[in-house]
C-alpha cells in the first residue's frame, strides 16, 4: 500500500515535521494503512552527548516555550554531534522508550537560516516524539535523550548523522551541512489511558488491556456488525474534551469484524501517534470528537464512515473496522 492510501490517519505534517521522521513513519506499511514505523521503544541508557565549540556558538535568548532568538555563526561546521544545555529544567527526565512533548526550531548552520517553520512554541501544538531513533532521526533523539523537562538544548551535528536515513531533500540540505536544533522539553506523555473503568455495552466487542503495556486484545463477537458506527466508553477519563480540529495524542489498535486481525497498533508500533481529529476516517473522528483526555473509547466503524466502496489493502469495501483507543492528549 503507498501513501496515498493512509486514509486512517491523514497527518497535515508540517515539512519540517515530515523531515524529521523516518520515512516509515510518514507513510504506509505493507499491513498498515496508518503511518507507522517498524520500531519498538529502545531501551538502550542515554548517549552522553557533550556540549562543544559548535553547540556553544550558537547564542539563544527568550523564555522557556516562548520563540527563541537565535543566532547561528555561519557558516557552522562540525564533525560530530554536540549538546549545550541552555536551560536545566527540574522535571521528570525524558527516558528512553518515553514519550515527550517538544516546541522545536531547526537551521542550516551553513546558511544560519531555518530550515521551515519552528512549533511549538507561543501556544501552538507540541511536537510528541518517541526516544527512540528507530522511530524519529537519531539527531532529534539526541537533542532531548535524558534530560528533564524544562530544559532547552542546541544541538549540532552534521545533517547525515543528524537525520540518518531520513530523506531531507525538501529541506534543501546536503550531507555535509550542519543543522541546528533548539528544543524545549516540554512534558511526558502517558502513553495509556488512565480513566475510570465503565461497564462494557452490550453487543461490542470485548476489550483486555495487557496490564503491563496497556495494549488491548480485542474479542469480536459472533453476530453481524452494525450497520452504523457505534461508540462506547470503556474508560472515562476527566480531562479536556476534545473538539473538531484538535490535535490529539493517541494510542490505538485496529482489527477487522470479520476475521479479529489485527490491521494496525501504535502500541504494536512501541510510539503515540499525533494527528488532527479532522485528518482521519469519519468514524475514527466522531470516536474522538467530544470525548474527554484519559478515555478510553471502542468504535466499530462500517464501511461508510471507513473506507467506502474501495476498500484500502487488505480491508475489503465490505469490512466493518473496530477501534480501541486512548485519548492521551488534545491541543487546540
Known amino acids: 500500500m503507498d501513501e496515498a492510501d493512509c486514509l486512517i490517519v491523514r497527518r497535515s505534517l508540517s515539512v519540517l515535521t515530515a523531515a524529521l521522521v523516518v520515512a516509515g513513519l510518514a507513510a504506509c506499511s505493507s499491513s498498515s494503512p496508518a503511518p507507522s514505523a517498524s520500531s519498538t521503544a529502545s531501551a538502550a541508557s542515554c548517549q552522553n552527548v557533550k556540549s562543544g565549540k559548535a ?12 520563540t527563541p532568538t537565535v543566532k547561528v555563526p555561519s557558516p557552522l561546521k562540525t564533525s560530530d554531534v554536540e549538546r549545550t544545555v541552555v536551560i536545566k529544567g527540574t522535571g521528570a527526565e525524558a527516558k528512553a522508550g518515553s514519550s515527550v512533548d517538544i516546541a522545536l526550531a531547526a537551521y542550516n548552520g551553513t546558511t544560519g537560516k531555518s530550515l521551515t517553520d519552528a512549533v511549538g512554541f507561543d501556544g501552538s501544538a507540541a511536537q510528541t516524539i518517541t526516544v527512540d ?4 532521526v537519531p539527531g532529534l533523539v539526541r537533542a532531548v535523550e535524558c534530560l528533564p523537562v524544562g530544559s532547552r538544548v542546541v544541538l549540532t551535528a552534521p545533517a547525515k548523522t543528524a537525520f540518518g536515513s531520513a530523506d531531507t531533500s525538501q529541506l534543501k540540505l546536503s550531507d555535509t551541512d550542519t543543522v541546528v536544533f533548539v528544543a524545549d522539553i516540554a512534558g511526558l506523555v502517558t502513553t495509556k489511558a488512565n480513566g475510570k473503568a465503565v461497564a462494557p ?9 495487557d496490564a503491563k503495556t496497556g495494549e488491548p486484545t480485542i474479542t469480536i463477537p459472533k453476530a453481524d456488525p452494525p ?48 494527528f488532527q481529529t479532522t485528518g482521519v476516517v469519519k468514524g475514527f473522528q466522531k470516536a474522538l470528537e467530544g470525548q474527554k483526555v484519559g478515555s478510553q473509547v471502542i468504535a466499530i466503524v462500517p464501511p461508510a464512515d471507513g473506507y467506502g466502496d474501495k476498500g484500502s489493502g487488505e480491508i475489503k469495501a465490505t469490512d466493518t473496522m473496530v477501534f480501541v483507543v486512548d485519548i492521551l492528549k488534545t491541543t487546540r
Open 227 to 274: 450497520t452504523e458506527t457505534k461508540i462506547a466508553v470503556l474508560k472515562q477519563g476527566d480531562g479536556e474534551v476534545v473538539q473538531s480540529g484538535d490535535t490529539v495524542t493517541v494510542q490505538y489498535k485496529g482489527v477487522l469484524w470479520r476475521n479479529g486481525q489485527m490491521f494496525d497498533s501504535s502500541w504494536s508500533r512501541g510510539e503515540v501517534a499525533s
Open 133 to 136: 531513533d528507530k522511530a524519529f
Open 55 to 66: 553547540s556553544d556558538s550558537v547564542t539563544v535568548s527568550g523564555d522557556f516555550l516562548k
Open 201 to 209: 455495552t452490550p453487543g461490542f466487542p470485548t476489550v483486555k488491556d
